[in-house]
């Protein structure tokens, strides 16, 4: 059965550092692979997709993730955060009923 | 706009009461999801539905039921069998037959049971 794993519950980082969130996944197949975000009392918004092809995939608000097939991993980065970016981060597999991670929230402090 | 509208934002039973969750898509979407979130759980599948008048148990569907009787719609019941039914509750709908169709997600329901 397919699902994810995301290691860290909790990440602060400074306004203007990089950003990497880590996200582990086991699917029997070709992953089709997402990062979402939320904010709080909110639904989840959509910021990349990964199907195949290029393992590196470019999303909304500057973010990057890249497929590691060997190391079942596609992690989230983005180069500089904003304090807007703070929200909680879902990694998450599906193929016609998705699987979410149980979610990462991010801090930005100033 | 197209979206998915869940409805109310904030709703308040007593145990033991039967209570049903609205969502409405005006996306043209085949399928649609009913989610379970709870802090530090992420979210939880709890019913989908790739067509109308079909419909299967996700992870967690013990305690609740749903219907598909309109392509636009995809009611969830939450029973007086669920044992810990407060929680926030997330519908969302993607595009049927294609499996790496993302979802699309309403505001949620937060429900409380006393």
């Known amino acids: 059965a397919q699902s994810v794993t995301q290691p860290d519950i909790h990440i602060t980082v400074s306004e203007g550092a990089s950003l990497e969130l880590r996200c582990n996944y086991s699917?029997?197949?070709?992953?089709?692979l997402f990062w979402y975000v939320q904010s709080p009392g909110q639904g989840l918004q959509l910021l990349l997709k990964y199907f195949s092809g290029d393992t590196l995939v470019q999303g909304i608000k500057g973010f990057e993730a890249e497929f590691k097939r060997s190391q079942s991993s596609f992690n989230l980065r983005k180069p500089s955060v904003h304090w807007s970016d703070a929200a909680e981060y879902f990694c998450?597999?599906?193929?016609?009923?998705?699987?979410f991670g149980a979610g990462t929230r991010l801090t930005v402090k100033p | 706009d197209g979206g998915i509208t869940q409805s109310p934002k904030y709703l308040f039973r007593k145990e033991g009461q039967n209570v049903t969750l609205s969502c409405e898509q005006n996306l043209n979407h085949d399928a649609m999801y009913w989610y379970r979130q709870d802090p530090g759980q992420g979210l939880r599948l709890i019913y989908y539905?790739?067509?109308?008048?079909?419909?299967q148990k996700g992870d967690i569907a013990e305690g609740y039921s749903v219907s598909r009787e309109k392509k636009e719609s995809f009611p969830l019941t939450v029973t007086s069998a669920q044992k810990n039914p407060t929680a926030f509750y997330l519908c969302?709908?993607?595009?049927?037959?294609?499996?790496?169709?993302?979802?699309?997600f309403g505001n949620g329901t937060r429900l409380t049971v006393t």
């Open positions: 998450a597999v599906g193929a016609g009923d998705m699987r």
């Open positions: 539905s790739q067509i109308v008048n079909d419909f």
């Open positions: 699917y029997g197949a070709t992953p089709y």
């Open positions: 969302a709908s993607s595009m049927a037959g294609t499996d790496n169709s993302p979802l699309h």
